[in-house]
Nanobody, 119 residues
Framework: VQLQESGPGLVKPSQTLSLTCTVS??????????WIWIRQPPEKGLEWMGG???????HFSPSLKSRTSISWDTSKTQFTLHLNSVTPEATAVYYC????????????WGQGTQVTVSP
C-alpha cells in the first residue's frame, strides 16, 4: 500500500492550503483504517493535525480545529486536507499516514511534501 501526498509547494499567507493523499496498491480495507495528516515544521517535531474515518467522522488538533477540514473522495481513494488562513508558521513537511482503527501504531506513511508559506 502506498500513500502519496500532492499539492502546491508554495502558498501565500492568508490563503487556503489544500493537500491530497492518494491511497494505492496492495489489498487494504479502507474502512478498517484511520487516515491522518501530520506535519513537521523546520527544526521541530511532528505535529498531529487531524484524522478521518472512512465514515467521514473527523477529529482535529484543538489548535487547528477552527481552520482545518479533512474529507474523503471514495471514488478516487483520496483524502484531502484544507487548512485556511495560513501564516508562515504553516511552513512544514506535510505527511499523510494511516493506522488500523484502535491501534496506536502507524502502518503506512506518505513520503511527505514540502509546503512553504511566503508572500
Amino acid at each position: 500500500v502506498q500513500l502519496q501526498e500532492s499539492g502546491p509547494g508554495l502558498v501565500k499567507p492568508s490563503q487556503t492550503l489544500s493537500l491530497t493523499c492518494t491511497v494505492s496498491g496492495g489489498s487494504i480495507t479502507i474502512s478498517t483504517y484511520y487516515w491522518i495528516w501530520i506535519r513537521q515544521p523546520p527544526e521541530k517535531g511532528l505535529e498531529w493535525m487531524g484524522g478521518i474515518e472512512y465514515s467521514g467522522e473527523t477529529h482535529f488538533s484543538p489548535s487547528l480545529k477552527s481552520r482545518t477540514s479533512i474529507s474523503w473522495d471514495t471514488s478516487k481513494t483520496q483524502f484531502t486536507l484544507h487548512l485556511n488562513s495560513v501564516t508562515p508558521e504553516a511552513t512544514a513537511v506535510y505527511y499523510c499516514a494511516a493506522r488500523r482503527r484502535g491501534s496506536l501504531q502507524y502502518d503506512y506513511w506518505g513520503q511527505g511534501t514540502q509546503v512553504t508559506v511566503s508572500p
